[in-house]
């Protein structure tokens, strides 16, 4: 059977969102429940961007907290001085109500992607603001869904607090199964504790919730490290491939290209990969790569001497350990 959908704006008509979707129409009850699943997972992000545009016109003087958590949106990703701007916007947010959980959450994930990115050193006791705010955004947001998994995320990036962060995460899908970005966290932060072949369904199902996710970058990274630390090295290589199709400039994923290439004995490709990773990331080296990853793989030490070793083997220099 075949189902198109189309979402329109009621007061301008405009079109916002269409998909076509495809089932077997063997129970109309279960398919049923599949369609209205995946649909309510798709619109999500499709309003998400129609309410951005529509805070981004509106006059600076009649923003209100929820205007400027959407301003902030499109920032945190683009470099360190649009992510500081996004932190500054969800201050405004904050300040106006201290009980947005969602904005905490996301203020929270801003430092956890200063880190991601090798904006700043993995030490930088900066971040320690990042973990704050998860705290709050946690206690504050029990019943925010959003809030949970940002901060769940953040806690153990930030952190290492590993076990808190995928309880945060697994407490904001009991509220919302149809989270495909709630999914996907899921999928790192059981990678991060070794439990990988649920971190593999778990993407899997974001996957098939939102095929049309415009982060697809952001979510075969993730799988890719939980097929890493699975010893998978060739699944990983392949996941960071597609990683660097979507996003070619994106460092978590150069630093996993070069690990599997190093790995897997690809001396010309790793060269390749490494002049664009210290291109995009200039201070990146064994050092940097330690101290990312000893806090995040310490349930899985034998994952982090491969990553090392793979990084090694590809040419990425030694340097001292950053300052704390």
Known sequence: MRIVVQLTDAATGAHIWSHRFEDEAD???????????????????ALRSVEIERAQR???????????YLQALPLFRK?????????????????????????LGFAARCYQF???MGWVSPKDPMLKEGVRLAHVAADLGKNDSEALWMAGLAMAQLAGEIDYGQALVDRSLSLNPNSANAWSSSCLTRSYVGDVDQAI?????????????????????????????AGRYE?????????????PLYPQGL??????????????????????????HPDCNLAWIRDFWEPLMQRTPGALAKYVEGCRLAGLPEASRTPV
Not at 58 to 68: E, G, I, R
Not at 82 to 98: C, E, F, H, M, T
Not at 217 to 224: A, L, Q, S, T, Y
Request: aromatic share 8%.
């Open 255 to 280: 630093r996993l290209k070069v690990a599997t290439c190093g790995l897997l004995g690809r001396v010309e490709e790793a060269r390749t990969y490494l002049q664009q990773l210290l291109a995009t």
């Open 79 to 103: 470099s360190l001085a649009d992510n500081r701007q996004a932190l500054r916007l969800l201050d405004k947010a904050v300040s106006i109500d201290p009980s947005y959980s969602t904005a």
């Open 27 to 45: 129970n109309v009850f279960a398919m049923n429940d599949r369609l209205m699943t995946q649909a309510a997972a798709m619109i999500a992000p």
């Open 201 to 229: 369904e778990h993407f899997h199902r974001s996957r098939r919730l939102n095929p049309l996710d415009q982060t697809h970058h952001f979510h075969w990274n993730m799988v890719g490290h939980a097929y890493f630390i």
């Open 58 to 68: 509106k006059p600076t003087s009649s923003l209100t907290a929820f205007d400027l």
């Open 235 to 247: 699944e990983a290589h392949a996941a960071a491939d597609k990683t660097l199709r979507a996003n």
């Open 114 to 116: 200063q880190k991601l």
